[in-house]
């Protein structure tokens, strides 16, 4: 049995097997995407003016945290230390998402 297997695989790989071409990179129609509106420049005077107004209020909130850290002790959070840090992540996070636009 072991001689009839050695034989075909020998067979085979000197007469080779018949493979079908197939292109390596078939040809693809390429698929365009819609075009992306750009704002206009009422909506980039809009956002700029709204990420102005949050850095401002990001400075003033930082500060803020800031001397509420340093007025408490080092055992305890003061109360509203958390909701301070929730909204300047909130003001942090839309004034980068406009200015990725």
Avoid: C, W
């Amino acid at each position: 049995m072991r001689e009839v297997i050695l034989l075909v695989s020998l067979l085979s790989s000197q007469f080779g097997v018949p493979r079908i071409n197939k292109p390596e990179h078939p040809q693809t129609e390429l698929q365009t995407l819609p075009e992306q509106r750009k704002p206009d420049s009422a909506t980039l005077k809009a956002d700029y003016a709204k990420s102005v107004a949050d850095a401002g209020e990001l400075l003033k909130l930082s500060q803020e945290l800031k001397l509420a850290m340093e007025e408490g002790d080092y055992q305890a959070l003061p109360a509203n230390a958390v909701r301070m840090l929730e909204e300047i992540e909130k003001r942090a996070k839309g004034a980068r998402r406009r200015l990725k636009r």
